[in-house]
């Protein structure tokens, strides 16, 4: 899941990248308003982490510019700002979550993977698709029962396909999703990634719609 960050601390945003990376998520990163602004008009992103003390332009500016022009993106705040006043105004402008700073890295990773479940329209914390379970908070998948060893890149893309069973996904929108910023892909790179979860998990479970993309086999 790719995942957009705008903090302007280096400290704190480099360290809220890298636990968010060991996580398993995609997660770019920008310093001020403008920045996240002029990319979330360009760029899709599964959820957004943002700050509210920024330069250029404030947090609750860029959360309102999304809301005007209705994108259901995610958000949750992350800021040092701990009244209730400041948490208020920040859900009432659009925000789904808020967190106050210092936090907890595996809570922030929990709230992440509450937010996006939701939003997928699970309900249940693991994703199951015909007789494969994948659990995001743990990183483990499962096939009838027993234990699948996968890279977390195939990992990243196999939830990305269970979450919209049937739901075709193009290779570029697929690149687009499991890498980030600076990320060098191969052009071969998704082909790789499915060749392998179809070894493991069977060469039907995942179909190529040729011309289009991929998807996991409907039930």
Known sequence: MRLLLVEDDAMIGEAIRAGLRKDGFT???????????????????????????????????VLSALRERDDALPVIILTARDAVSDRVQGLDAGADDYLVKPFDLDELAARIRALLRRKSGR????????????DPAAHTVRRDGEDIAISPKEFALLQLLMERPGTILSRARIEERLYGWGQEVESNAVEVHVHGLRRKLGADYILTVRGVGYRVRPA
Do not use: M, N
């Open 27 to 61: 997660v770019d990163w920008v310093h001020d308003g403008e920045t996240a602004e002029a990319v979330l008009r360009t760029e899709p992103f599964d959820l957004l982490l943002l700050d509210l003390g920024l330069p250029r332009k404030g947090g609750l500016g």
């Open 123 to 134: 309900g249940a914390p693991a994703i199951e698709h015909l007789g494969v379970v994948l």
